[in-house]
């Protein structure tokens, strides 16, 4: 198992959420962490907190990926400070919620900068470090079961993360030879503030459509971020992992039980 690599990770937009989740962790695993946050400066701090209760001493920036050129400084800035670089974690993403004919441009390329633009640079600045310092790592990218499947008013985030699924593969082939693998972490209905709910245990029932009957719990996802950051995945390279509670298996079943034509209209 290729444990070469540095004890440092970057986890982007790790204020709430996956993001915080995963920080903490990985912090948990032993890494020096750094966070990263769009607008939630006491989120990111309350991260931090948490990091260093494990132990470890964290490193904190702001990063809009609005602007992903200037921001992806940011991973050079953080490995810096912490000594090195093993991990990134591309986490940080913005949504939509518009039909596709009723967009303009400028909102189209604002989604695709921070969920697909953001990404890429952050990932080859990381890599680059990686195959510098000759001893590997790790990119774990945080893609949505819609890198997969349609949803209705999220053109540009389906089609980023779609890209960014893509873009994991082509990554994971180019730099498998330095001992970096790179991988995707596929979410579904996570109970976090992007999906309108709170960091919080989800109840037990409240979606009856998914297998599992509930929204996941972020640590659910953190925990296999952990995994395949660390030496024992280090034989998996250009996948996908969903984690969605089986909400993907539903599609022809869950179809074939809506009694209204609803879906259709946001």
Not at 157 to 180: Q, T
Not at 192 to 210: A, I, K, L
Request: net charge negative; proline share 6%.
């Amino acid at each position: 198992m290729n444990d070469t690599y540095d004890k440092v990770a970057i986890v982007t937009g790790a204020d709430s959420g996956i993001g915080k989740a995963t920080a903490v962790a990985l912090a948990e695993q032993g890494f020096e962490v750094g966070v990263t946050y769009h607008r939630d400066k006491d989120g990111a701090e309350e991260t931090a907190r948490l990091v260093r209760a494990t132990g470890r001493a964290p490193a904190v920036r702001q990063h809009d990926l609005t602007d992903p050129e200037r921001a992806a400084a940011v991973v050079d800035e953080l490995a810096d400070e912490l000594g090195g670089l093993g991990v990134l974690v591309n986490n940080a993403g913005t949504g939509s919620h518009e039909p596709l004919l009723e967009m303009g441009y400028d909102r189209w390329r604002s989604v695709l900068a921070v969920d697909l633009d953001g990404p890429f640079l952050c990932a080859q600045r990381a890599a680059r470090r990686m195959v510098a310092s000759g001893r590997g790592g790790r990119v774990v990218n945080i893609t949505s079961v819609h890198e997969e499947y349609p949803k209705m008013g999220s053109g540009p985030y389906c089609a980023a993360k779609g890209g960014l699924r893509m873009l994991s593969r082509v990554l994971a082939l180019e730099l498998a030879e330095h001992g970096i693998t790179v991988n995707a972490v596929a979410p579904g209905e996570i109970a976090t503030p992007m999906t309108g709910q709170e960091d919080m245990p989800p109840q037990t029932g409240s979606r009856p459509g998914n297998p599992i009957p509930r929204p996941g719990d972020a640590r659910e996802v953190a925990a296999v971020v952990a995994f395949l950051a660390g030496p024992a995945a280090s034989y998996v390279t250009g996948a996908t992992v969903f984690v969605d509670g089986g909400m993907t298996m539903m599609g022809p079943q869950g179809a074939s039980a809506l009694g209204s034509s609803d879906w259709r209209y946001l």
